[in-house]
């Protein structure tokens, strides 16, 4: 059986939105396809399914384009450099065309060329008509192959409106030049520098288009480049330099002072402080010591360490953060699929107002009819081309899920970005997203002849035993304070009550209230003292030593330093807040007040947590669910948005929509801001856009002419559609300089 698997492919030949329609449908038509995602922005297209490329790129090239797999990071970097020699031929070509067009059009508006009707005027007016011609082969030969491309497979784009309405321009010249007769006299005027001028603007926009769309994918270029190309290795004693695709799994390796680590590890010997500030957004380094975690792409700051390999190639966690970027950034949410409709059909709709233009003037105006027809038509055609209609979404999207992953914040798809600032309720798991998630102690409060660093040394010395979390947390307090451990002896867990044994001849017993009553020690007040601790959130635990009470200690898993900081940021935003969890109500409630919480749900069952999101979304909300734990993957599902804290585990991360790898509740409220502007970024494009051409093409085809006798001229019009698109890639980019905090 063949195995799914995701085709990453680069797009040739694509040149307005509604090639998108175009490619799609030629991939779709192959079978084994299950969904493709063609990124205008990035020229790129993710085809998942079973079909062989050999296929894909067949039905792509039968469609009028061209396509080649990307494999890795040579791939990459062939794309890039072919981009980058691609608008160096197009400034090359804007060159050539306008060194032709320009001095024309200036000599015209000065009155300095020759008449068409003298025998100098018309040698002249033949020679630029043959410049004109090799100008239009060499600087604009693209527009018309891709137009005879459409034209074959019955489609329509850009390069058929810049075709026609250049090519309209030269032969109607061509005409007037052959056959003057043939038109009115009225109409005698030759629009050679018009067709050259346009050429050049249109491929002086692209490129400088293309350029602004190189900044978008700067995120996921400083991503690539975090990969290292070589690894130090120790194999049989030595320390060698090696490619990083010779790398294998549990080979040893070493972590020099600067150097990038090269994969996935484990520390095995050694110490330092790692930044990992690519992967979670967080500026300080971590130190890392013997058991600990590295991440490849990480950058060792100082101190050398030895590491054994656990995820190679495409396996490490930088490598999946790349795979995820680039999937989320060619994934299109609503807005964009309704785009992409409306730009497949916008080519032929404009074709038949450009012919409706030109029968109005031929009507309307007899005496200068053609004349004003061909030059309204060329101007309809030029003004029309749906270049920034298609990149509005997807370059916006680009930009973002890029500035999110510079964040910790990595979006799964574009989907979850529109949504996100939408929401109105967001509920968080308790333990591990407004928590730490690891008990530590909190209050060590001994009798009059115990000392609390007495109190704990026994208390861990007896605990020492135990597999409980709470037992944990104390035998961690005690080696933090360099307390040593005594060995216990006679030790007796008491299922749900606590513990007991001996420790240096002393009989202890440490829990709850019920072990103490069942073994018949008073705790009299020390039962308040508890109580009053319990209302904080902590946990108590009394110590009895030969049968006297020695004191308590209480146990809490700490509230993350920002929680409440970043619930505020979701409050100042209008969202509801609220906590979904499995713990016990008084201490759920301790938090929830220590943080600012809105409502808590304590006591829950994970199936019960699903139920919950379920009934917030019955009642209209639009609810994030925010958790870290394989009990909070059925709500993350089931949410509308779905936040995995990225320490969590991979079932929780696989369940979400949007992981934050930092852990902090900062990037949900991060990404909230992000979704809202990126939002507000779009419709800022589409109405730009939109307004463009709805305004455009009514003055391109003559509206004005009647009321104030104003034609648009196409060389204005071909400047304005040139600049259409880096105006919207420039808007677009200016989420890169945003700040969320």
Known sequence: MIKKRTVRLSIAGMSCAGCIASVEKAMQSVDGVDEVLVNFAEHTADVTGTASVEALVTAVRQAGYDAAELRGIDDESEKEAAEMAHYRALLRKAGVAFALGGPLFIAGMLGLLPPLDTVAGRQFWALAGALTLGVMIYAGGHFFTGAWK??????????????????????????VLLFPHAVPVLAQHAYFEAAAIIIALINFGSALEMRARGKTSEAIKRLIGLRPRTAIV???????????????????????????????????????????????????????????????GSINARGSFLYKSTRIGGDTVLAQIIELVRHAQSSKPAIG?????????????VMIIVVLTFLAWMNLAPDRGISYALVSSMTVLIIACPCALGLATPISIMVAVGRAAERGILIRNGEALQQAGHLTTIVL?????????????????????????????????????????????????ADGKGLPLFKAAQFEAVAGHGVRGEVEGKHLLLGNERLFQEAGVALDDWVERAAALAAKGRSAMYLACDGQVAGLLAVADPVKADSREAIARLHANGLKVVMLTGDHHITAEAVAHEVGIDSVVAEVLPQEKDQHVARLQEQGEIVAMVGDGINDAPALAR??????????????????????????????????????????????????????????IPIAGGILFPLFGILLNPIIAGAAM????????????????????
Request: hydrophobic share 45%.
């Open 150 to 175: 459409s034209f074959r497979n019955h489609l329509a784009n850009m390069d058929t409106l810049i075709a026609l309405g250049t090519g309209s321009a030269w032969s109607y010249s061509t005409v």
């Open 429 to 477: 798991d308790k333990t591990g997203t407004v928590t730490e998630g690891a008990p530590g102690v909190t209050d060590i409060v001994s009798a009059g002849n115990w000392t609390a660093d007495e109190l704990l040394q026994y208390a861990a010395s007896l605990e020492a035993g135990s597999e409980h979390p709470l037992a944990a947390a104390i035998v961690k307090e």
């Open 337 to 349: 699929r309704l785009v992409d409709k409306v730009a497949a059909v916008f080519v032929p709709t």
């Open 234 to 296: 120790l194999r049989d004693g030595k320390e060698e330099e090696i490619p990083i695709s010779e790398v294998g799994l549990d080979e040893t390796l070493r972590a020099r002072p600067g150097e990038c680590i090269a994969v996935d590890g484990i520390v095995l010997e050694g110490q330092s402080r790692v930044d990992e500030s690519m992967l979670t957004g967080e500026p300080m380094p971590v130190e890392k010591t013997a058991g600990d975690e590295v991440i490849a």
């Open 722 to 741: 040139a600049m259409s698109s880096v105006t919207v890639v420039t808007n677009a980019n200016r989420l890169r300089l945003i700040k969320l905090d």
């Open 639 to 696: 949410a509308n948005v779905g936040f995995a804290i990225g320490s969590g585990t991979d079932v929780a991360i696989e369940s979400a929509d949007i992981t934050l790898m930092r852990g902090s509740l900062h990037g949900v409220a991060d990404a909230i801001s992000l979704s809202r502007l990126t939002l507000r970024n779009i419709k800022q494009n589409l109405f730009g856009a939109f307004i463009y051409n709805t305004l455009g």
